[in-house]
């Protein structure tokens, strides 16, 4: 069995990921530190050089090359990975994978990321209410994909309980 952990910028997918890795003893891999390590670029720099669609040609290719590696794995997608092309649908249809979508209050990410200035879609973002607004209008948008995963578990303020509540959905 392996993971695929997807949901909005901030919702935990790195950092719940990690946690249940270790305690599945699965091994831990965030597609954009993949590509990052593999195109020698960050995230911020690809999407300025050569585009958001070429990265997420890339995020497709280094999935699609890691979904047929992996082995006893959790895997944490960019929060767009999901949207584009027919990826839930294909993710959804590998036997040996499981999505799950952390549904994160939008209250939360807005005070998650509005000090974060280092994400590309965001940093041209001045005030906390355009920063909600644009968080509100791409759940919207984002959700349909995001609620085609297998499981979809609140991700809450508590760690502890998001990834109790994950164990407890995989049992």
Avoid at 17 to 39: A, H, P, Q, V
Avoid at 80 to 90: A, E, L, R, S, V
């Amino acid at each position: 069995m392996n993971l695929i952990l997807i949901g909005y910028m901030a919702s935990g997918k790195s950092t719940i990921g990690k946690k249940i890795s270790k305690i599945m003893d699965f091994d831990f891999i965030d597609l954009d530190d993949y590509i990052e390590k593999n195109e020698n670029l960050s995230v911020r720099e690809i999407f300025k050089t050569k585009g958001e669609i070429h990265f997420r040609k890339l995020e497709q290719s280094y999935l699609k090359k890691l979904t047929k590696i992996s082995n006893k794995t959790i895997i944490s997608l960019g929060g767009g990975t999901p949207c584009f092309y027919d990826t839930m649908t294909w993710l959804n249809n590998l036997d040996s994978f499981k999505t799950i979508y952390l549904k994160t209050n939008l209250d939360i990410l807005t005070d998650r990321l509005f000090l974060d200035k280092s994400r590309p879609l965001i940093s041209h973002l001045n005030t906390k209410e355009e920063l909600k607004d644009f968080i509100a209008k791409h759940l919207f948008e984002r959700s349909y994909y995001y609620n085609q995963a297998s499981i979809v578990i609140e991700s809450t303020t508590s760690q502890e309980e998001t990834i109790n509540n994950i164990l407890y959905k995989l049992i």
